[in-house]
């Protein structure tokens, strides 16, 4: 059996990846400026890790108005939130010392 942290899905293990799933997770939809000021990254660093879960499947985007301002919302996907739910019991059988689980 190999160590648990070979399992660890890498397109959510970067820290800026793994802030903004780990936000979407708690919510239904999360716009993007609220998202950029609360993990305190740029826009365009932001929007760089958002086309990275978008083209795994893992955030869907969704853009519209509000009256005639622009916004983006995101949402984590069936896939985004398994694939979080997987890395997130990885991380506790690390922490754990629960490697042959």
């Not at 005639?68 to 984590?76: A, E, N, Q």
């Amino acid at each position: 059996m190999s160590h648990p942290r070979h399992a660890l899905d890498e397109i959510i293990h970067a820290p800026v990846r793994l802030s903004i799933v780990a936000m979407l997770a708690a919510a239904e939809t999360v716009e993007f400026r609220y998202l950029r000021d609360t993990i305190e990254v740029s826009d365009s660093l932001l929007s760089k890790h958002i086309d990275t879960l978008e083209k795994a499947g893992y955030v869907r985007v969704e853009k519209g108005f509000v009256g005639k301002r622009p916004r983006t919302w995101l949402v984590l996907t069936g896939e985004g939130r398994n694939a979080f739910q997987q890395y997130t019991s990885t991380l506790r059988r690390i922490t754990e010392g629960n490697h042959h689980a």
